[in-house]
Nanobody, 122 residues
Framework: QVQLVESGGGSVETGGSLRLSCVASGGTFKHPAMGWFRQAPGQERDFVAVLSWGGGGIYYGDSAQGRFTISRDSAKNTLYLQMNNLQPEDTAIYYC???????????????WGQGTQVTVSS
């Protein structure tokens, strides 16, 4: 069974950068879409970015536009999220997810990682 493991979270000051990684392991990876979501304390899990694993569509949530970049390394079965100009409102647990098609809805994703904490201080 495929597992997703995120890493790269941490604490940064406003304006700083982080790169998150998500490694897929444990089986044949057949999910066409992989994305990033985030969840702040007391908030719903929100869409950040998604890409088509086979190439093609990349989509960003409003909060990520212009500051975050999603990418992949197919040879390493790894998904990345480069986050620049981080703001305190970006503080959240960031989750990697895999699903059957590109979507911004959490319900469309079948496999989730355990999450990695990102904290941005002012």
């Amino acid at each position: 069974q495929v597992q997703l493991v995120e890493s790269g979270g941490g604490s940064v000051e406003t304006g700083g950068s982080l790169r998150l990684s998500c490694v897929a392991s444990g089986g044949t990876f057949k999910h066409p879409a992989m994305g990033w979501f985030r969840q702040a304390p007391g908030q719903e899990r929100d869409f950040v970015a998604v890409l088509s694993w086979g190439g093609g569509g990349i989509y960003y949530g409003d909060s990520a536009q212009g500051r975050f970049t999603i990418s992949r390394d197919s040879a390493k079965n790894t998904l990345y999220l480069q986050m620049n100009n981080l703001q305190p409102e970006d503080t959240a647990i960031y989750y990697c997810a895999a699903g059957p098609h590109v979507s911004g809805y959490t319900a469309h994703y079948e496999i989730w990682g355990q999450g990695t904490q990102v904290t941005v201080s002012s």
